[in-house]
């Protein structure tokens, strides 16, 4: 049977339909079926329940395990309709941006390491609901072994590695193919398409030169860099993206790195 079998889904690689991971995918397959009184699909704590299960008892995600030099690395293992599943690789110092996650679901379940999430909010609200400056309200750990979950109606939020190598599955729904990227105290907003460094255990671009055109993020406040692209195919920084970012409050265009 394949891994997926939703209309129009993507596949899991089919070398491990037998294994615990494959396992997984096809158990959040059959709970994203399941509409709740609130909208959405999929019983939240059956969810975490699924990947606190996973994560520690298993370990075939390290065959989803590639890292890159310049960014954390996105690697995705199973998207659908309804979910995209990927192992994400942080090494110290390579810090997401802070971003939003267009009013889907995200569960975000540490297998190596250890994550540190910082919360934002506009300042003039408190909340995720307003303009201007943003202002950290709330950081805390996401332990090896614990499973962490993030809504645009919590927060906008910062991830980043506290050790020196974390590892840690994704679980999105439903997939997000861009998202806004906020710049803190400037209280700017660059929209960004989002992509993978690998899709099915292959890299999806020469990260040579698609690395070697843009410097890494290394502030923890995510800046852009205003730069000429010659081919935008370029632009990766080892997620993928093809197309420049537009700067929602001017009308400039930039890279944000992501």
Same mark, same amino acid.
């Given at each position: 049977?394949?891994?997926? #079998? ?53 370990? #075939? ?7 890159? *030099? $310049? ?25 997401? *941006? ?20 910082? $919360?934002?909010?506009?300042? #003039? ?26 809504? #645009? ?54 990260? *040579? ?20 692209? *010659? ?28």
């Amino acid at each position: 049977m394949n891994a997926i #079998d939703n209309q129009n889904s993507e596949l899991i690689d089919e070398s491990t339909l037998d294994s615990p991971l494959n396992r997984l995918v096809e158990n959040l397959s059959e709970e994203f079926k399941n509409v709740q009184p609130e909208g959405f699909t999929g019983n939240g704590q059956v969810i975490v329940n699924l990947l606190t299960e996973y994560i520690n008892n298993h370990n #075939d995600w390290k065959e989803y395990v590639f890292y890159c *030099p $310049y960014s954390y690395s996105r690697n995705l293992i199973a998207k659908n309709d309804m979910f995209e599943l990927m192992v994400i690789c942080w090494r110290r110092g390579q810090p997401s *941006p802070v971003h939003n996650h267009e009013d889907q679901r995200c569960w975000m379940g540490c297998v190596k390491g250890q994550l540190e999430e910082t $919360y934002y909010v506009f300042s #003039d609200t408190k909340s995720t609901k307003g303009t201007g400056l943003l202002e950290q309200s709330y950081t805390h750990p996401i332990d090896n072994g614990s499973v962490g979950y993030i809504t #645009d109606e919590i927060a906008f939020h910062r991830m980043q590695s506290i050790t020196d190598e974390t590892i840690s599955i994704h679980l999105y729904s439903k997939p997000i193919t861009e998202c806004n990227i906020y710049c803190p105290d400037k209280g700017t907003i660059t929209r960004k398409k989002l992509g993978y460094f690998t899709q099915y255990k292959k890299k999806v671009l020469n990260l *040579p030169a698609s690395c070697g055109s843009v410097q890494p993020l290394s502030s923890p406040i995510p800046q852009s860099i205003n730069t000429t692209i *010659p081919n935008s195919s370029n632009v990766s920084e080892c997620t993928n993206s093809t197309s420049t970012a537009t700067k929602l409050s001017s009308s400039s265009s930039s890279v944000s790195l992501i």
